[in-house]
């Protein structure tokens, strides 16, 4: 046995879909060596200069000096270990799902998605197509690395590359057959079509493997970063989501990573349990609401505003008020009635559509408001209401800034939610005034 047999010796334990080593396609011809096809690709990619910008750049969180934060670097280690485990357990092509991994993200700029839109407007202004990261990262490979000669990548490599989303988590991942020509069309798609990138299948199980253990990579460690920079608490992640993954880093992967071994075994296809995938999509929407979608520091608020500015000469900036939401309920024309006060407990930081219509975030009629203060609200609201010569209805919307009780009027809803479990009804409601005779007073109001 030479040791080119002795180093493809694995794929006797292969699984029936698995990619086997001859199947790698080239774009060139080129000299073999004693490695493996998909082996010898992992060699080119880790001495790329692209691989090596990974050190310096943004996984989350930019201008943060903390050195334990991670960086892009650590989570494509983190992706291609968690990769292999569920390719090693699956009988699959390690090699393939390494090389894959490793470079997923080639192509990420600088500040991360942040970034990643930036340019994309960029290049969208001056007529280069749509930018994205792992389009780049297949350019890198292709054209721009070895002295703008590529490297002569593996197609299985560069489509798994290519096909690697982790914005896009899905239950079930099936492989797409597809020719050298359906991979070089899915790529030039990408930048002449939008949200074509949505759209890709790997071609290959390996490739379905690395997709979703990017997921897997970023959902949970981007928690304990956010943890040690102090943006949010432990006990601030839904116990929805906590009683089916775990709320540590080390706990979500280990019970994401069993649960798709344990539904993909033996089978040519990716697979979620309903309850963890649900859990999934509902953490990973917590963390944008949380973590992602918002700026933490001064020099994020700059680079934000710039952002903007691409798109408009008028920008939007509110003040960040900590504090209690609280809504008061307006009744009447020309003799004006308010209601109790009523407060929102959002699930999540902020009472968004998902926070409100999703995750079913709580309203309550609050007992712990100085009777002085909730005079004052209900004054306000009243006050408001006739200053805008409002009649029959209207919610007025409060924020009471934490420590300092300022009472900030935030909105007027002149048509607020009416269904039973609406906040105006239930409002009235608390005062013996209920559904029906509520419809029955707006009617009174509306023929006056």
């Given at each position: 046995m030479n040791i080119q047999e002795i180093m493809l010796k694995r794929e006797q334990l292969y699984s029936k879909y698995a990619t086997k080593d001859k199947k790698a396609i080239r774009l060139k011809n080129y000299t073999p060596d004693i490695r493996p096809n998909f082996f010898r690709d992992i060699d080119r990619i880790i001495h790329t200069e692209s691989y090596t910008r990974y050190m310096d750049k943004t996984q989350v969180f930019s201008f943060n000096d903390n050195d334990n934060i991670s960086k892009r670097m650590t989570h494509v280690q983190l992706v291609s270990k968690i990769a292999r485990t569920i390719g090693r357990a699956l009988s699959l092509n390690e090699d393939l799902i390494e090389a894959i991994a490793l470079g997923h993200d080639l192509g990420h700029v600088p500040f991360g998605h942040e970034g990643e839109r930036i340019l994309n407007a960029?290049?969208?202004?001056?007529?280069?197509?749509?930018?994205?990261?792992?389009?780049?990262?297949?350019?890198?490979?292709?054209?721009?690395?070895?002295?703008?000669?590529?490297?002569?990548?593996?197609?299985?490599?560069?489509?798994?590359?290519?096909?690697?989303?982790?914005?896009?988590?899905?239950?079930?991942?099936?492989?797409?057959?597809?020719?050298?020509?359906?991979?070089?069309?899915?790529?030039?798609?990408?930048?002449t079509k939008e949200n074509y990138i949505k759209t890709l299948v790997p071609m290959t199980l390996e490739g379905c493997v690395v997709r979703i253990s990017d997921i897997i990579g970023y959902i949970g460690r981007d928690i304990e970063d956010a943890?040690?920079?102090?943006?949010?608490?432990?006990?601030?992640?839904?116990?929805?989501?906590?009683?089916?993954?775990?709320?540590?880093?080390?706990?979500?992967?280990?019970?994401?990573t069993l649960d798709i071994i344990n539904n993909s075994i033996d089978k040519p296809s990716i697979n979620i349990s309903k309850d963890v995938f649900q859990a999934i999509k509902n953490l990973k929407k917590w963390n944008y609401e949380n973590i992602y979608e918002k700026a933490h520091t001064k020099e994020e608020i700059i680079k934000y505003i710039e952002y903007a500015s691409g798109f408009d000469n008028k920008i939007l900036i509110e003040e960040n008020i900590v504090g209690r939401e609280i809504e008061c309920a307006v009744l009447g024309n020309n003799e004006v009635a308010a209601s109790p006060l009523g407060e929102i407990l959002p699930k999540g930081e902020f009472y968004s559509y998902s926070a409100k219509y999703v995750d079913n975030s709580k309203t309550i009629i609050p007992d712990d408001i100085d009777k002085d203060i909730s005079n004052k609200i209900r004054k306000t609201a009243i006050k408001a209401y006739k200053s805008l010569d409002c009649s029959g209805l209207s919610r007025v919307d409060f924020f009471l800034e934490k420590d300092t009780n300022r009472i900030i009027l935030n909105e007027i809803n002149t048509m607020p939610g009416f269904t039973t479990i609406s906040m105006y009804p239930k409002l009235w409601e608390s005062t013996g005034l209920s559904y029906s005779e509520l419809l029955d007073k707006l009617i009174s109001l509306a023929l006056e």
């Open positions: 960029i290049s969208i202004k001056y007529n280069e197509g749509y930018f994205n990261h792992n389009v780049q990262s297949v350019r890198n490979l292709m054209y721009i690395e070895n002295q703008g000669n590529g490297q002569n990548i593996s197609i299985q490599i560069l489509d798994g590359i290519l096909c690697h989303n982790g914005e896009l988590e899905q239950k079930n991942y099936h492989p797409k057959t597809k020719t050298t020509n359906d991979f070089l069309n899915d790529y030039q798609s990408c930048y943890i040690k920079i102090n943006l949010i608490n432990r006990s601030d992640i839904p116990q929805e989501i906590t009683s089916v993954l775990g709320n540590t880093n080390r706990e979500i992967v280990n019970t994401i």
